[in-house]
């Protein structure tokens, strides 16, 4: 069967989301496409803590309730909710200032839901690169697809490949923004890990746990052991150096 390859650069979330998928029909593909772009514009009406009227925006000035949220609102919710609980309180969007702040969850769960979105419409093999935030099915010309992982203060240097065929993977870390994730526990920068690097099948959860890993370092992801984390597998940069350790790496 010969298959169509689309690429769209989506511009939304204040960065750019790459999409990479193939299928049997062309046009089932740009059918697809638009959906997730209208899906992507939509969840930053949602849960933009920037937007004023976004109902994230209104659950932290107390205008709304999260029971009168949208759906999709309420479900990252609750997903964040047994992400807190997972990490021991590590990763916890109610800790930031200003209330309620879903970013560390939102991009990779969006990844992975455009995944569906783009499987619904023919797609058989897909990448969506939500900003780092990484949903991928079907592997790639006849094998898994190949992600690297590149060092924090070095764009040009990769220093782990990860193979996923379908599943996720997130980095956090101070890549783009600097030492920017606080310690919900203490309220100060992180200073657990300059880069993690998670994979599993979920994308919020990677996206969560990397970030989580950040706070946590070494000596405080005994969670990660949990048998509720058993897919998941985690690669992570030293604070002050470049040694790195793992969990679950196969």
Known sequence: MILNKLTREIHVWATVVWVECYGPDERNLENGISEVIDFFENVDLLFSPFISRSEVAKLRRNEMKIEDCDPLVQEVWNLCLVSRKLTEGAFDPWAVKGGFDPSGYVKGWAADKAI????SHGATSIQVN?????SVTGGFEGGPWKIGIRHPEDAETIVKVFEIT?????????????????????????IGARSATVAGPDGGICEALATALIVAGKDGAHWFTKAELKEYSAWVIERHSDQAWGINLK
């Open 116 to 119: 569906e979105i783009l499987k």
């Open 130 to 134: 939500a900003a780092g935030d990484i």
């Open 166 to 190: 379908d599943g996720a993977i997130a980095t956090s870390g101070t890549y783009e923004k600097g030492s920017h994730i606080i310690d919900p526990k203490t309220g100060v920068i992180a």
